[in-house]
């Protein structure tokens, strides 16, 4: 199960606080994801990024900021703005945007 | 932009019985279909996959299905295993985007 990890696996925050949750893997894909995973509701696709200091936003970004400074990592910022962060994220990249996408072990993050 | 329908939310079968699960996508330009599991509390994986250019394919236990013209793409498991028990998610990916959609998901459970 290497090749892309999450950090921490579980994280707990005060309402107000802005957090990050980092990404990172040694796959050498040019692509990398996230996404929000609530119950009942699949994957959401919160930004992805194409390729380094590129990056796209998805189907929910409003309160999530992302940066992609190294091909390696691309870490998600949850802002005071999110107004229900509490959920399920999953990062996963992919070689190119058209083939199989990889999956970390997610992070939880639960917000009160 | 692509939306993706899944069905059913929830299915039971007996140990050794077959599985079906069903999609719809509306994006006609769709061409790549991915089935992803997902084990309780970890990451999704890739069990099958197929492109537009064919109309099923096959390993071992599971097939997938694809109708173009009817817009929709199945997951077939065959005797079943309770080690199948999971939640099972479909996706559709366009030629014009550059992520995958998915669908809500469904949870498969096998009865010993």
């Not at chain 1, 590129?54 to 189907?59: A, L, V």
């Not at chain 1, 107004?83 to 990889?102: I, W």
């Not at chain 2, 599971?62 to 099972?88: C, G, R, W």
């Amino acid at each position: 199960d290497g090749g892309i990890t999450q950090s921490p696996k579980y994280l707990f925050r005060k309402e107000g606080q802005n957090v990050t949750l980092s990404c990172e893997q040694n796959l050498n894909h040019d692509a990398m994801y996230w996404y929000r995973q609530d119950p009942g509701q699949g994957l959401r696709l919160i930004y992805y990024s194409q390729i380094v200091n590129d990056f796209q936003k998805g189907d929910i970004a409003e309160g999530y900021s992302v940066s992609r400074e190294k091909k390696e990592s691309f870490p998600l910022t949850v802002t005071s703005a999110q107004k229900n962060p509490t959920a399920f994220y999953l990062c996963a990249s992919s070689v190119g945007t058209s083939g199989e996408q990889y999956f970390g072990p997610g992070t939880r993050l639960t917000v009160t | 932009g692509e939306n993706v329908e899944q069905h059913p939310s929830t299915l039971s079968v007996q140990e050794g019985d077959s599985a079906v699960i069903k999609c719809t996508y509306s994006d006609s330009a769709s061409n790549y279909f991915p089935w992803y599991k997902q084990e309780l509390g970890k990451r999704p994986q890739l069990i099958i996959d197929i492109r537009s250019n064919v109309g099923e394919k096959k390993d071992q236990r599971i097939a997938v299905t694809l109708n173009k013209t009817a817009k929709h793409f199945s997951l077939h498991i065959t005797e079943t295993q309770p080690e199948d028990s999971a939640v099972y998610f479909c996706a559709a990916l366009s030629t014009g985007a550059n992520n995958l959609f998915f669908g809500t998901g469904t949870r498969l459970t096998v009865i010993p």
